[in-house]
T-cell receptor, first 111, second 113 residues
Framework: GQNIDQPTEMTATEGAIVQINCTYQTSGFNGLFWYQQHAGEAPTFLSYNVLDGLEEKGRFSSFLSRSKGYSYLLLKELQMKDSASYLCAHGREGYGQNFVFGPGTRLSVLP | DSGVTQTPKHLITATGQRVTLRCSPRSGDLSVYWYQQSLDQGLQFLIQYYNGEERAKGNILERFSAQQFPDLHSELNLSSLELGDSALYFC????????????FGPGTRLTVT
């Protein structure tokens, strides 16, 4: 089966660092993705990990451990505009891109 | 602006009815994906088309169907609508069939009364 877990909500302060965790179980694995979604808007792609380790992209970094079924998204130097939902998703092994999304973590950045 | 367009933006209809949602992918993209997002279910992958052919299938109900036309635009048909079908329906596109970076359209908000 497939299952993805993320915390429902998190709160952090402007300028701080926050780590959003994601755990998953899947019978076939084809990469771990993070998307950002502001309220009422479409998701936008943030990062992709297929191998273990850390991928850094500006203020955002994403980590993957395939053996532990674990990933995290690290946001540094938080800004008010980072208040959004962060969706963890994995691709399923096989033909095409059959994504399974987690429930999302709603991050509130406070001044 | 992702370059993916969806129409209509909002749709209100009654139970039992049928609706068609339309999506135009970014210029040059061959794959189109459909997603449903509701408050209790989160973002659910429905179906993917690549260059006119069905490529991957997710949690799509039998009452729902989709197709991709030769000009690469896609339509999602929802029939025998139920209250629980009320949701945001997103279309996304990518260049090829196995891309991990998808570009989402603004969505169609469907309300079934």
């Amino acid at each position: 089966g497939q299952n993805i877990d993320q915390p429902t909500e998190m709160t952090a302060t402007e300028g701080a660092i926050v780590q959003i965790n994601c755990t998953y179980q899947t019978s076939g694995f084809n990469g771990l993705f993070w998307y950002q979604q502001h309220a009422g808007e479409a998701p936008t792609f943030l990062s992709y990990n297929v191998l273990d380790g850390l991928e850094e992209k500006g203020r955002f970094s994403s980590f993957l451990s395939r053996s532990k079924g674990y990933s995290y998204l690290l946001l540094k130097e938080l800004q008010m505009k980072d208040s959004a939902s962060y969706l963890c998703a994995h691709g399923r092994e096989g033909y095409g891109q059959n994504f399974v999304f987690g429930p999302g973590t709603r991050l509130s950045v406070l001044p | 602006d992702s370059g993916v367009t969806q129409t209509p933006k909002h749709l209100i209809t009654a139970t039992g009815q049928r609706v068609t949602l339309r999506c135009s992918p970014r210029s040059g993209d061959l794959s189109v994906y459909w997603y449903q997002q509701s408050l209790d279910q989160g973002l659910q992958f429905l179906i993917q088309y690549y260059n006119g052919e069905e490529r991957a299938k997710g949690n799509i109900l039998e009452r729902f169907s989709a197709q991709q036309f030769p000009d690469l635009h896609s339509e999602l048909n929802l029939s025998s609508l139920e209250l629980g079908d009320s949701a945001l329906y997103f279309c996304a596109s990518s260049v090829a069939g196995d891309d991990y970076e998808q570009y989402f359209g603004p969505g169609t908000r469907l309300t079934v009364t």
